[in-house]
């Protein structure tokens, strides 16, 4: 049974940073990629971030890029997601995702908020 478990929100000054963990089991993880999503309130939800089993491949959105950094640790089944340089536009519940046998899985969300 695929889980994926969020932690590492919370409420941040404008500037601020906060680093965004994502435990997953299930699965073999060191196989698949993994992704970040988030979803304002009223909006559809969208892809932040995106690394490939070994890490070796990064993809970001527009709007995040230079200020997010999605990594992971295939030892510990754990995805990360750094962000600095934080926005009140970045405020969301973010989730963690994987598409495993064509279906994907979420994460029940961690609400990350950016206000002073």
């Known amino acids: 049974q695929v889980q994926l478990v969020e932690s590492g929100g919370g409420l941040v000054q404008p500037g601020g940073s906060l680093r965004l963990s994502c435990a997953a089991s299930?699965?073999?993880?060191?196989?698949?990629?993994m992704n970040w999503y988030r979803q304002a309130p009223g909006k559809e939800r969208d892809v932040v971030a995106g690394?490939?089993?070994?890490?070796?491949?990064?993809n970001y959105a527009d709007s995040v890029k230079g200020r997010f950094t999605i990594s992971r640790d295939n030892a510990k089944n754990t995805v990360y997601l750094q962000m600095n340089s934080l926005k009140p536009d970045d405020t969301a519940v973010y989730y963690c995702?994987?598409?495993?046998?064509?279906?994907?899985?979420w994460g029940k969300g961690t609400q990350v908020t950016v206000s002073s």
């Open positions: 995702n994987v598409v495993y046998r064509g279906i994907y899985y």
């Open positions: 299930g699965f073999t993880f060191s196989t698949y990629a």
């Open positions: 690394i490939t089993s070994r890490g070796s491949i990064t």
